[in-house]
């Protein structure tokens, strides 16, 4: 594959063809820069996570079967994302010709209409101006509901019509999305939602690839390599998607969320890493990573929650800024930098959540959205406090209560207050600080508040709320 980003000189046929380049279809331009990569060990889809062993496999090889691929999968599970990253197995640049009427980017030496025909039979090579095409420009997608006929095969314009072209004449039509994407690639996404007569629409684009408008007897053999998505529940559902079309479909890509929580913190790092520095910086301890990620793993399980709709991954995000953007906001007020995020941070998850979870209405007894969400973070509290409680022996700080110790946490509260509280705490705190080991006021503060919603979580404590502070006792 040529890494070379500056366009190419030529700037006519006549260079073109003394340039030695040569016509190739779009599947097999990605398969050749696909396997010279391959070949080179170079990484394939970088940034995507989880994926190595499972989903990348069967991309790799669809590519080199040539196939179209449907991208099957819940929401959040980086379908549109591993589309359109396939543009990086094009060449860089490839050739069309210049000319302002041309509907589509005529291949140079091998053009589909009866212009570009005609403009390569009639003129000297030299007098045929040649243009580039980038390859991010090469890909095109489109939403499913609402699409009609017109939009992605095309129409008899009656414009033209009006104007004197024949009803017969190529020149009558008015291309839809995936004629002008000739040479490139298209994806359409939500493919059951697709109106059965454009689903019909596609039955030769994929078989022959050409293009049929209207039944009039104008054809094109178009290059394209085609990409769909859709939602297992909705594609799997009888007359949602045509038989036919579904035969058509070289191959079909099931995609997944993480299948370890590790792999959806790394995706959370990755996604965040430039959100964490600025004038308030904010630095998060790792079982904060670890519980936002967890309170996806619950929301996954959950029987109150419809898991054919799923859970995406931008729940996660979602939540994991919403818990930072509190932490800055308590960094800025009482200047503490790096502000770092606590367990009473996530009281603001409502924002974030509400809307991105759809309830089972047969399993919810109707418990409302809060409450579903305020069950799902106890609950991966529970779990992430117990694997440090296996570690660090952490029960024995709940002894520390028995003693009629008091202790008032809240997100705006400032670091300091907590080490003033603690100053007259027995030692066993420090079994705490172990968690997340450092000297900075602001992480023993966060520390000490997911001590207390874990032992709290175990029923060890109990907890009263009031004016959006908290306080645990026994």
Known sequence: ????????????????????????????????????????????????????????????????????????????????????????????????????????????????????????????PEEVPIAWWHRDDRYSERLSPGTKFADIIGEIDPGKLTAGVSLGAEEALSFGLIPRMHRGIFAMNELPELDDLVQVGLFNILEERDVQIRGYPIRFDIDIAILFSAN??????????????????????????????????????????????????????????????????????????????????????????????????????????????????????YASSLGKLELDLMGTHQMSEKQVLDAVVAKAIEVVFAEYVQQHGLGEIAEIFRGGIRIEVGDLLPSSDYAERLKTVPPAWKLAFEVNASDNEAVRASCVEFILAGLYSLDRISRAQRHGKIEYEL
């Open 232 to 349: 297992p529940s909705t594609y799997n559902r009888s007359g949602k998607v045509i038989p036919q079309l579904k035969d058509r479909i070289g191959t079909i890509i099931q995609t997944h969320y993480p299948l370890q929580r590790d792999q959806g913190i790394e995706i959370l790092q990755q996604e965040v890493a430039a959100e964490m520095d600025g004038e308030y910086p904010v630095q998060v301890p790792y079982f904060m990573f670890q519980l936002i990620e967890e309170i996806t793993e619950q929301a996954r399980k959950s029987k109150y929650i419809d898991q054919q709709s799923g859970v995406s991954a931008r729940f996660s995000l979602a939540n994991f800024r919403t818990m930072i953007a509190s932490a800055r906001q308590r960094g800025i007020i009482h200047n503490e930098k790096p502000a770092v995020p606590r367990i009473s941070d996530l009281g603001h998850l």
């Open 1 to 124: 594959m040529s890494v070379a980003t500056e366009v190419p000189t030529a700037t006519n046929l006549r260079d073109l063809i003394d340039s030695g380049w040569r016509s190739q279809s779009v599947k097999q331009e990605l398969k050749k820069n696909f396997t010279e990569m391959l070949a080179s060990g170079k990484d394939l889809f970088p940034g995507i996570v989880g994926y190595e062993d499972t989903v990348i496999p069967e991309i790799n090889l669809a590519i080199l079967a040539q196939h179209d691929m449907l991208f099957l999968g819940e929401k959040g599970q980086a379908k549109s994302r591993l589309m359109r990253m396939l543009t990086r197995f094009l060449d860089p640049w490839v050739p069309y010709i210049d000319h302002p009427e041309l509907p589509v980017h005529e291949d140079p030496l091998a053009p589909i209409t009866s212009l570009g025909k005609r403009i390569v039979k009639e003129h000297a």
